[in-house]
């Protein structure tokens, strides 16, 4: 008696299903009797713990944490018909897993959400220019907004039981053609930049050496001294930086008109 009893519970067991969703999930069990009854989405979900169903049922593992869905858009075009690609995700977050799977499917951003949203974001950058959108992205905060208000819309008109966490299109990516034109672009103004430096550095250099020779002309004038007489007094102050008692430099000086001679080996 005790065998045809283990007998039957092994037989009923292996003719069930066993779900046991793990935490941040829910299952969805979709009834599908052979014989009697009607079938369908179980209105109460599996949320935690262990639960056995007819082998006929199906479970549908729904994941009801924010979820991220990332889409790449290749050749979206911009108002001046530039083809440009992006990287848009869009973060979803599931409120009734029942109302979804009964409703919309176990597909249901494939079938409801994606290529929507794809139009969306092709609609915004086609209003744009490509230097405003891929290049200087001022558009883009732009783009996230108007597409993040016509995302929320569309899934409220459509009573899809989800929500929407957060949506960004990211930054655009132009052609290699483009790209490179906008990096020869950038090297010639910044070697434009730096001859303006360059000029600037020397327009002040000659603008100190006006004002040098400007201020030793009046010293000149106000000790009515000649030019050669200047000019010899120039010479004595740098005889007294290079051989005076601070410098290490021995100095040999010949009479008669004749340069000195500096020892610079001391």
Known sequence: MRYAITVIVASLLSACSVYSPDAGHEVVLIEKPWLFGH?????????????????????VDVYMQPHKYETELHDTMTSDGVPISFHAIMVLQVADSVALIKNFGPSWYLNNLEEPFKTMVRQAVRKRGMNETAISTTALDAIDNEIHDQLVAFIRDKALPVRLITMTVGRA????????????????????????????????????EQS?????????????????????????????????????????FIQNGAMPVYNLGK
């Not at 079938?39 to 479970?59: H, I």
């Open 39 to 59: 079938g369908g989405v179980d209105p109460e979900p599996v949320k935690t713990g262990r639960t056995f169903a007819a082998f006929t049922t199906d479970g």
């Open 173 to 208: 990516n132009p052609p290699d053609s483009i790209r490179s034109q906008r990096i020869e672009t950038a090297t010639q103004e910044q070697r434009v930049q730096t001859e303006k430096q360059v000029k600037l550095a020397e327009d002040q250099r000659m603008l100190a």
């Open 212 to 252: 040098r020779a400007s201020a030793d002309n009046a010293y000149r004038e106000a000790m009515h001294l000649s030019p050669e007489q200047f000019i010899q007094l120039e010479m004595i102050k740098m005889q007294r930086v290079v051989c005076g008692p601070e410098s290490k430099t021995a100095c040999t």
